[in-house]
């Protein structure tokens, strides 16, 4: 399901972003131009027209719990979107390294989010936010992945 929307005042005016510097009241990350709203189980290619004249994307976590907003937000990257992508809904602090793994680039909170998960629990995620697995693998290796050798007990 999407929506299209260019009066984010209605919808934002109790909302706080998060980025990586902490909170801000929502209306000063809105740029100019149209917002999507999507659903966390929105079809991609339904999506794929052009993107052009939409310069944010809020995708919608109906629970913590459900990771398909993640891989939308990453196949939207792939596929060249450079707007801000934001997540809403029901989002933990505990997610925010991910979710800017993924490609997006903040949180819209309501003020109740933010009283029960304050700035400190989404900043002491962002140093966080380089360290995957793949990125500790790959720098202590000069950037080779280590193949683990054959046990000679599974030799042929």
């Known amino acids: 399901m999407a929506d299209i929307s260019q009066n984010m005042e209605q919808s934002n005016d109790l909302m706080i972003f998060v980025s990586d510097s902490g909170f801000m009241p ?3 990350h809105f740029r100019d131009g149209q917002v999507l709203r999507l659903a966390g189980d929105s079809d991609l290619p339904a999506l794929a027209r052009d993107l052009s004249p939409i310069s944010m994307i809020e995708i919608e ?11 939308l937000a990453r196949a939207l990257r792939e596929v060249g979107f450079s707007g801000l992508i934001t997540a809403r809904g029901r989002v933990i602090a505990d ?14 909170l309501t ?20 360290q ?7 720098s202590k290796n000069d950037g080779k992945i280590r193949v683990p050798e054959r046990s000679s007990a599974l030799a042929d």
């Open 95 to 108: 997610q925010y390294r991910h979710l800017r793994q993924c490609g997006f680039d903040g949180v819209l």
């Open 61 to 71: 976590f109906p629970s913590p719990h459900d990771g398909r907003g993640f891989s």
């Open 132 to 138: 995957s697995y793949q990125d500790r693998i790959f």
């Open 111 to 130: 003020a109740q989010q933010a009283a029960r998960m304050p700035e400190c629990h989404w900043t002491e995620q962002v140093p966080r936010i380089s």
């Open 26 to 28: 929502a209306l000063q």
